[in-house]
Every structure is written in C-alpha cells, then in structure tokens.
C-alpha cells in the first residue's frame, strides 16, 4: 500500500489485527488492536517493523512534480500487521483493525563504499497510519510526528477521497504492492473504480 496524503505527504501506517475464526470471520489479537487515548488520536504502533513488509516506493507522488520545489530523494516503506495480510492473502480484502504502516526515510548517496545510487537514511522523516476500524467509521489515517500519539487527519482531507477514488482494492494503493496484486486480481476483489482507470492500460 502505498499512501499519499496532503496533510503529510509521507503514506500511511496500517495497523491491524485479524485471525480466521471458524467461520471465517476476523478476530482482532490484543497486541496488534489499534488503541486510541481519546477520539483524535491513535497510539504509536509498537514494532511495526516486525509487521509484513510490503514493499518500497521512491519519489513517488500523486501530482506532477512543481517547478522550484526542493529536489530531493525520499524513500517510503509500508507494513502491514500479520494477521491482516495473512487474511488478504485468503481473501483478497482486509479486515476490520488493519493497520497499514507508512515510514518515509531520505535517500542518502555516495557514503562508505556506496559511489552511485542511494541507500535509506537511518532518521525517519514522518510516518502515517492507515486504519481499518469499522468501531471507527472505517478506514482513517493517522499522523505520527515521533512524539506520542498520532493525530487523526479529518475526514475532509484529499487523501480520503483519493483512495476511494484511486484504490485498487478497499480504498487501499494494493496497485503499488507487487506480492498483493496477484492475490486481488484471482480473488476478483479489484475496485470497478480502478478496474476502469486502467482499462485501457
């Protein structure tokens, strides 16, 4: 998943949590349930890094590229808690408490014996949450700075419409997630909205 969003334009943290009950159905495990100390806030996901790594993105933006603005190189890597990719991967769809984590990291260059190309930096710039919460309306995102709790970004923001109007599988970037989108294309859970997108693709 990847995600932009204009408040922060770093992606998106999912966190979740999801085991198959016999029937099926999801069932959130306490230590990866997203947890909210009042209603515009979200806890910082702990160890997210141990969650299902997705994948990498590198300079990608929605929108063209503004003329003048700063230049440089920035990494996004997204992860997604194990109990909701082991359900997409049944499924194709994601259950209620995914959470899908977003780190941005500069892109560094020649260092050590690195001479050409570039390599993470090891300051995180900004993190996002995207979260799938149906006590909570459903899908939000979250603002993570580094200190404390992330801040719930509102409803009116673009990304929420973006997604919906982009995303190829629940409101979710699963286009940019290359283990993924096989999953969603013999599940048949694509989105009409992007299966017309890219119809001609």
Known sequence: MHFKLPVAAFGVFVFGVLAASVHGAAKPEAE????????????????YREWI?????????????????ANHSMFDNVFVNPEAYRYFKQNGVWPDKTVMVLEVRGAEGAASINKSGHFQSESLMGAEAHVKDNSRGGWTFYSFDGNGPGTLIPKAADCYSCHEAHGAVDTTFVQFYPTLMPIARDKKTLSTAYQRENSGK
């Open 32 to 47: 990866t349930v997203p947890s909210y100390p009042d209603a515009t806030h979200m806890n910082t996901p702990v160890d």
């Open 53 to 69: 790594y997705l994948s990498t993105g590198l300079d990608m933006s929605y929108a063209p590229r503004i003329a003048g603005t």
